[in-house]
């Protein structure tokens, strides 16, 4: 089975700066696009930063030079460093992938999620 782990949310003054972290675990051959998602309260799940294998880059408008997603393809690690934090940035961060990997004689290519790390910027 494959998993992804955030880690690195919490509570930060707004100007402040969070570093998010993905593990990936199970046995992978591969990872396609990974990417981070939010979503905040009373609204829906939005994209904030991908970055595919290809490593090119593509942010939400609202992040654009205050974000910056890595990529660790050696360890199949995504980070996401949130610089500048502002209250609307409140939200659950969810770290998402597109992975192929092995069952057995199986080989399985799905999206799969993290389970979601609170960050919350006080004005």
């Known amino acids: 089975q494959v998993q992804l782990v955030e880690s690195g949310g919490g509570l930060v003054q707004a100007g402040g700066s969070l570093r998010l972290s993905c593990a990936t675990s199970?046995?992978?051959?591969?990872?396609?696009?990974m990417g981070w998602y939010r979503q905040g309260p009373g609204k829906q799940r939005e994209l904030v930063a991908a970055?595919?294998?290809?490593?090119?880059?593509n942010y939400a408008d609202s992040v654009k030079g205050r974000f910056t997603i890595y990529r660790d393809n050696a360890k199949n690690t995504v980070s996401l460093q949130m610089n500048s934090l502002k209250p609307e940035d409140t939200a659950v961060y969810y770290c998402?992938?597109?992975?192929?990997?092995?069952?057995?004689?199986?080989?399985?290519?799905?999206?799969?999620w993290g389970q979601g790390t609170q960050v919350t910027v006080s004005s």
């Open positions: 998402n992938a597109r992975i192929t990997w092995h069952q057995g004689m199986r080989v399985i290519t799905n999206d799969y």
């Open positions: 199970g046995s992978i051959f591969s990872i396609n696009a």
């Open positions: 970055i595919p294998s290809s490593g090119l880059t």
